[in-house]
């Protein structure tokens, strides 16, 4: 254990004095174009009022909008006493901003006045994600918690309309929440969820009723399975491919991979990422696969060969979520080390950032060592010179 004059670095190990100066010689880079903020940020979505903006959680106890063109951040929501760890936007006229806090309530906001609205209060532990949906004619805010509860609210009166429980294997903290957009409908939703245990759940959810969907086993013919169970660990993200033909669900799990879950298999794995080290976060175009997560880069993989074409490298800490922008040629990314990044998926773009990498490592373009214009015999002679004193 290395032992400095620094409070700081007083108990921390080599290793960890290591990683330390190793994230601040690389803060002070500018690759992906960074917006700074002051606190680690904890996840994004895009804001509908903006296409250049996103909705920030940070852990500064607030959700900031951040315009990723003009690097502003002045917008605030304030209310949460504690971090938030989700955000989300919803209700009537999809004009309100709901976030999730440490502070175990669910708070909420106008999004163009950002004038605070009201308080959702039922989990007792963390909320950790947060999603809206339209259940007939209720416009609803669903959530869940590190308490292991998926709750069901009604944003205009706030009332609870179900708690969610699986019954049968115990589910651990929620930590993530999609809406199936090919199975649900205007009566009935199809709540796909994950969890710190490997297992993907879905539910179908009307404003009366809420069950758990048994899943058809495609190995075993004729038998079921009580979830989808296609990870090893912590499943931290869903996301439907909504542009793809068969709107599959793909994963980004702790256990180092992202996955396709074919839903014409019974969302069982079609193919699979191994991006290494937690996957916190997966987006997908047509042409790519972008992956991020604990070892702070932005993984961009060819969609039709599963191999890693372009590896983004900007971010010092843990990436914790991705955010495709309008139109799909870009992604931004943001992370514990507080900025937020925009990257360009563009081939061009790709390729020359691949040249640039390569160049580096063959050492094209770096000046030689000068040279001191002595003979061989004479650099002894000094060397032997400079023993001596």
């Known amino acids: 254990m290395r032992q400095g004059s620094s409070t700081g670095h007083f108990f921390q190990t080599d290793a960890e004095q290591a990683q330390t100066e190793r994230r601040a010689t690389k803060a002070s880079n500018k690759n992906g174009n960074p917006v700074v903020l002051k606190s680690k940020l904890l996840a994004a979505v895009l804001d509908p009022s903006s296409?250049?903006?996103?909705?920030?959680?940070?852990?500064?106890?607030?959700?900031?909008?951040?315009?990723?063109?003009?690097?502003?951040?002045?917008h605030v929501f304030k209310g949460p006493s504690a971090p938030v760890t989700c955000v989300a936007v919803g209700g009537p006229g999809h004009h309100t901003v709901f976030a999730g806090s440490?502070?175990?309530?669910?708070?909420?906001?106008?999004?163009?006045?950002?004038?605070?609205?009201?308080?959702?209060?039922?989990?007792?532990?963390?909320?950790?994600?947060?999603?809206?949906?339209?259940?007939?004619?209720?416009?609803?805010?669903?959530?869940?918690?590190?308490?292991?509860k998926i709750i069901v609210w009604d944003t205009e009166s706030g009332s609870r309309i179900h708690t969610i429980q699986d019954q049968t294997?115990?589910?651990?903290?929620?930590?993530?929440?999609?809406?199936?957009p090919l199975e649900s409908t205007p009566e009935a939703v199809v709540l796909v969820s994950a969890s710190s245990d490997p297992h993907i759940r879905r539910w179908r959810i009307t404003a009366s009723t809420a069950e758990q969907i048994k899943e058809s086993s495609p190995r075993e013919p004729n038998s079921m399975r009580h979830s989808i169970l296609e990870h090893e660990t912590t499943v931290y993200k869903l996301f439907f491919?909504?542009?793809?033909?068969?709107?599959?669900?793909?994963?980004?799990?702790?256990?180092?991979?992202?996955?396709?879950?074919?839903?014409?298999?019974?969302?069982?794995?079609?193919?699979?990422?191994?991006h290494g080290d937690h996957v916190r976060a997966v987006a997908v175009t047509d042409q790519w696969v972008v992956t991020a997560g604990r070892d702070e880069d932005v993984k961009v993989w060819d969609r039709a060969s599963g191999k890693l074409y372009c590896s983004l490298e900007g971010h010092y800490n843990e990436?914790?979520?991705?955010?495709?922008?309008?139109?799909?040629?870009?992604?931004?990314?943001?992370?514990?080390?507080g900025t937020v990044r925009t990257w360009s998926?563009?081939?061009?773009?790709?390729?020359?950032?691949?040249?640039?990498?390569?160049?580096?490592?063959?050492?094209?373009?770096?000046?030689?060592?000068?040279?001191?214009?002595?003979?061989a015999e004479e650099e002894a002679e000094l060397a032997a010179l400079m023993d001596e004193d």
């Open 51 to 74: 296409p250049s903006s996103l909705l920030v959680a940070e852990s500064a106890s607030s959700v900031r909008r951040v315009d990723v063109e003009s690097g502003e951040t002045k």
């Open 102 to 148: 440490w502070d175990k309530d669910i708070w909420s906001w106008d999004l163009e006045t950002r004038a605070p609205g009201r308080k959702y209060s039922g989990h007792t532990d963390f909320v950790k994600t947060v999603i809206c949906a339209k259940i007939g004619a209720k416009d609803c805010l669903i959530s869940g918690g590190a308490d292991k």
């Open 169 to 180: 294997v115990s589910m651990m903290a929620l930590q993530a929440l999609a809406i199936d």
């Open 241 to 274: 491919d909504t542009d793809g033909e068969d709107v599959d669900l793909w994963t980004a799990s702790g256990d180092g991979t992202a996955k396709c879950l074919s839903r014409h298999k019974g969302f069982t794995t079609e193919d699979t990422i191994k």
């Open 319 to 337: 990436v914790t979520d991705l955010v495709m922008l309008p139109g799909g040629d870009r992604v931004a990314s943001v992370s514990i080390d």
């Open 345 to 375: 998926l563009h081939k061009a773009e790709l390729d020359k950032i691949n040249k640039e990498k390569n160049d580096k490592a063959k050492g094209v373009g770096q000046e030689a060592p000068a040279e001191s214009g002595m003979t």
